[in-house]
């Protein structure tokens, strides 16, 4: 069995402060990880993703994630936030043609 | 352009029918997902297929029913059998194990 625990439903932040949203995985296989961000009523669009090699992944605007196997991590950081980071974070885990979710985080940038 | 299609985006169904919602994508990908999206649940998978002709249960199937006739296309059927049918459908497709999953922009199916 495999699944994603998002660990904060909800994140405000300031503009350009830093932000980091965590995410633990459970699987009894290797997994490949990935972020996806998702506006109102849109469909997801992917951040970034970890299928193997280094542990630190850049993604697409400003995100970066670090994969931990000892701890079954996969965090989302972002040193400095804009207002347009304003949305809905998802961490997912593709492991054997099935793609998990978690349950998501809002994060919420204030001016 | 290559992409994944829904359709439509909007849909309203009077309790007790069937209905089906289209997916459609001309990536060329093998696996193809359906997902509901509730507000605080995140993203449930209902059911999902690596091949043509072949599909499994995701985590949430009942009252839920799929085909993969085409490699393109993917359709859902939400039957009267779900007891809660109201919510916001995605669906995905990626190329195969590890592969990046490229969604649509979603389907909104209201049952009153």
């Known amino acids: 069995a495999q699944s994603v625990t998002q660990l904060d439903s909800q994140v405000p932040v300031f503009e350009e402060a830093p932000v980091e949203l965590r995410c633990n995985y459970s699987s009894s296989v290797s997994v490949y990880l990935f972020w996806y961000v998702q506006y109102p009523n849109q469909g997801l669009q992917l951040l970034l993703k970890?299928?193997?090699?280094?542990?630190l992944v850049k993604g697409i605007n400003g995100f970066e994630a670090e994969f931990n196997k000892s701890q079954t991590s996969f965090h989302l950081r972002k040193p400095s936030v804009h207002i347009s980071d304003t949305a809905e974070y998802f961490c997912a885990l593709h492991n054997d043609y099935k793609l998990s979710f978690g349950a998501g985080t809002t994060v919420t940038v204030r001016a | 352009d290559g992409g994944i299609t829904q359709s439509p985006k909007y849909l309203f169904r009077k309790e007790g029918q069937n209905v089906t919602l289209s997916c459609e994508q001309n990536?060329?990908?093998?696996?193809m997902y359906w997902y509901r999206q509730d507000p605080g649940q995140g993203l449930r998978l209902i059911y999902y297929?690596?091949?043509?002709?072949?599909?499994q249960k995701g985590d949430i199937a009942e009252g839920y029913s799929v085909s993969r006739e085409k490699k393109e296309s993917f359709p859902l059927t939400v039957t009267s059998a779900q007891k809660n049918p109201t919510a916001f459908y995605l669906c995905?497709?990626?190329?195969?194990?590890?592969?990046?999953?490229?969604f649509g922009q979603g389907t909104r199916l209201t049952v009153v």
């Open positions: 995905a497709s990626s190329t195969s194990l590890g592969g990046e999953a490229f």
């Open positions: 990536l060329n990908h093998d696996a």
């Open positions: 970890y299928l193997s090699g280094s542990t």
């Open positions: 297929s690596q091949i043509v002709n072949d599909f």
